[in-house]
């Protein structure tokens, strides 16, 4: 009767610790779904088209990534200060939206390998040109700065730059539009956006281009989920392997065809 019982206690708690290291891909499977966590409004990685769709670099990753697990593409737009609260509470499976790796976000989460490395840049009044060409030269007190709340570039301006007026902004758009109307002398951000708006804005905004960050961005799971990360990682090596990659790059970072969608 002991015997029986031990057993069964053994049993029981192994099928409990069989249930709480269940793999997210098992859950996935199970709902016929890939919840994808980001925030619309990084462009070219996630945005909204002029229809309201969903498109982007992300977006098409995604939508690759579940055809690939035979499962639906579930996307979940979140703000980006709580877009890591929305995986950690399983409101997503992964966060897929340009995030860079940092040691205080991986604290929090498990990060797969780097799908792609980008770094911040300047986008400077005209007012500027020629009295400022590099990012250090806006550590003056005279000088505002804008940056986005909660990113990379919020958190290297206020450590690099802390003679300069640093003001946040929600909305990537909003805090170059401060600059485009003379309210601000510089924005810092991730070069690819910059990119784009100077390319919107044309001499209404100066864009120093050399990125003065290295900044790998990855996809972001729960911790503890090794299966997840291995499929990732081996997701990942088959598309840069096979050319998939190559051809969501060239379209999201090389070509401009995209922007039509958004005007």
């Not at 990753?61 to 890591?84: C, E, R, S």
């Not at 990113?151 to 206020?158: L, N």
Request: charge should be negative; proline fraction near 4%.
């Amino acid at each position: 009767m002991k015997v029986t019982n031990w057993l069964a206690a053994a049993a029981l708690s192994l099928a409990s610790l069989s249930a709480q290291a269940a793999s997210t891909l098992d859950n996935i499977l199970a709902n016929n779904s890939l919840r994808v966590c980001f925030e619309a409004g990084y462009m070219p990685f996630e945005m909204k088209n002029k229809a309201g769709d969903d498109i982007g670099f992300d977006i098409d990753l995604a939508k690759m990534m579940a055809k690939a697990m035979g499962v639906k593409f579930t996307p979940v737009n979140t703000a980006w200060d709580g877009i890591i609260p929305a995986l950690l509470t399983d409101k997503c499976d992964i966060l897929m939206s340009g995030m860079t790796i940092t040691p205080e976000r991986n604290l929090q989460v498990n990060f797969a390998d780097p799908y792609v490395v980008v770094g911040q840049s300047v986008l400077l009044a005209p007012a500027l040109q020629g009295q400022v060409s590099r990012f250090q030269e806006l550590n003056q007190p005279e000088h505002i700065v804008i940056t986005k709340l909660g990113t990379t570039g919020d958190i290297v301006a206020k450590r690099m730059l802390d003679k300069a007026q640093i003001r946040v902004f929600e909305s990537e758009a909003d805090g170059v539009m401060e600059v485009i109307n003379g309210r601000a002398q510089a924005f810092i951000y991730d070069l690819p956006l910059n990119a784009f708006y100077k390319a919107l804005h044309g001499d209404k905004l100066v864009h120093l281009d050399q990125p003065f960050t290295y900044e790998p961005l990855g996809w972001a799971v729960r911790k503890g989920d090794p299966d997840f990360l291995n499929f990732l990682n081996n997701f990942l090596r088959q598309i840069k392997g096979d050319g998939s990659y190559d051809r969501l790059y060239q379209k999201w970072f090389i070509e401009d065809e995209w922007v039509k969608a958004l005007q």
